[in-house]
């Protein structure tokens, strides 16, 4: 059983950074793709970016090309999203996700670990 916490959420304003952080534990955290989902309020949870278990793939949503890039720390068991540029349609709650093996798909159906989300307010 893999558990995800999530943080480095706040208030920013538009035009700021921001770096959200995962840490992993229960599982061999290498062995796992890594992606981050956000969901706003009224809407469809959608997918951000996803890093797959061997670094083979790295997978951004076109919204975010660009402004956000996804990291990972193997030694820490924590993965990482760094967001620039932010924009006022970038506010959510942000949730990071784990897939046994996974590629780093988009799909959140391919992820079967969950966090409970960091909440982001980018204000205009």
């Known amino acids: 059983q893999v558990q995800l916490v999530e943080s480095g959420g706040g208030l920013v304003q538009a035009g700021g950074s921001l770096r959200l952080s995962c840490a992993a534990s229960?599982?061999?955290?290498?062995?796992?793709?890594m992606g981050w989902f956000r969901q706003a309020p009224g809407k469809e949870r959608e997918f951000v970016a996803a890093k797959g278990w061997s670094d083979s793939m790295t997978n951004y949503a076109e919204s975010v090309k660009g402004r956000f890039t996804i990291s990972r720390d193997n030694a820490k068991n924590t993965v990482y999203l760094q967001m620039n540029s932010l924009k006022p349609e970038d506010t959510a709650v942000y949730y990071c996700?784990?897939?046994?093996?996974?590629?780093?798909?988009?799909?959140?159906?391919?992820?079967?670990?969950w966090g409970r989300g960091t909440q982001v307010t980018v204000s205009s």
């Open positions: 996700a784990a897939e046994l093996l996974g590629s780093g798909r988009s799909s959140s159906s391919a992820y079967r670990y």
């Open positions: 229960g599982g061999t955290f290498s062995h796992y793709a």
